[in-house]
């Protein structure tokens, strides 16, 4: 019953910033680990950072210094602050809620459109 609508992407030049925006429905966000995730043509969906239900954040080391993940949980919404952007960030960013199952964070809401990102001059 969950469903997610990513924002905020755009074109930007590099050493920008941007502010993408998650907006899931339902009641399940304040109970779970939210995860933004991004992917380009050709490669797998990686995990660029993640904010847990007690507030811990953990980031790909790639991000670590220049993005900040936050959430909302009043207006269901988590948020991903970039700044520095490098071209390689360029890629579609999703998020998602993440249960624990074992010792992983698993993505458990069907994948939305996501939102495009391009980093270039």
């Known amino acids: 019953q969950v469903q997610l609508v990513e924002s905020g992407g755009g074109l930007v030049q590099p050493g920008g910033s941007l502010r993408l925006s998650c907006a899931a429905s339902?009641?399940?966000?304040?109970?779970?680990?939210m995860g933004w995730y991004r992917q380009t043509p050709g490669k797998e969906r990686e995990l660029v950072a993640r904010?847990?239900?007690?507030?811990?954040?953990n980031y790909a080391d790639s991000v670590k210094g220049r993005f900040t993940i936050s959430r909302d949980n009043a207006k269901n919404t988590v948020y991903l602050q970039m700044n520095s952007l490098k071209p390689e960030d360029t890629a579609v960013y999703y998020c998602?809620?993440?249960?624990?199952?074992?010792?992983?964070?698993?993505?458990?809401?069907?994948w939305g459109q996501g939102t495009q990102v391009t980093v270039s001059s």
């Open positions: 998602n809620a993440e249960a624990l199952r074992g010792y992983e964070y698993v993505p458990f809401v069907p």
């Open positions: 339902g009641s399940i966000f304040s109970f779970t680990s």
């Open positions: 904010i847990t239900r007690g507030g811990s954040t």
